[in-house]
Nanobody, 116 residues
Framework: VQLQASGGGLVQAGGSLRLSCAAP????????MGWFRQAPGKERDFVAA????????YYADSVKGRFTISRDNAKNTVYLQMNSLKPEDTAVYYC??????????WGQGTQVTVSS
């Protein structure tokens, strides 16, 4: 499965961005999908995940109440709505298809930069 992440950019603190992750030509409706992020010099961290049906979502404590993950299986796309962004949210964001909680496929990453 090839995943394509998009929607990153430069935004001021307090602003919003919506990331998208698509799998053109393939279906990933049976996978749990997740977003991860990696800041310079740091490890890649979990951000959010969503069950295959969309009925269950999971968030890192650092983004709870600010980020929302969703998916549209008909469009083979998963989204990450990011509100009230903070400079510490600056990172490369990756989407992933998960199996048994482990990332199986990764997208190429999209840069999010939040200025103070």
């Amino acid at each position: 499965v090839q995943l394509q992440a998009s929607g990153g950019g430069l935004v001021q603190a307090g602003g919003s961005l919506r990331l998208s992750c698509a799998a053109p030509g393939r279906t990933f409706s049976s996978y749990v999908m997740g977003w991860f992020r990696q800041a310079p010099g740091k490890e890649r961290d979990f951000v959010a995940a969503i069950s295959w049906s969309g009925s269950s979502t999971y968030y890192a404590d650092s983004v709870k109440g600010r980020f929302t993950i969703s998916r549209d299986n008909a469009k083979n796309t998963v989204y990450l709505q990011m509100n009230s962004l903070k400079p510490e949210d600056t990172a490369v964001y990756y989407c992933a298809a998960l199996e048994s909680g482990t990332p199986l496929y990764w997208g190429q990453g999209t840069q999010v930069t939040v200025s103070s």
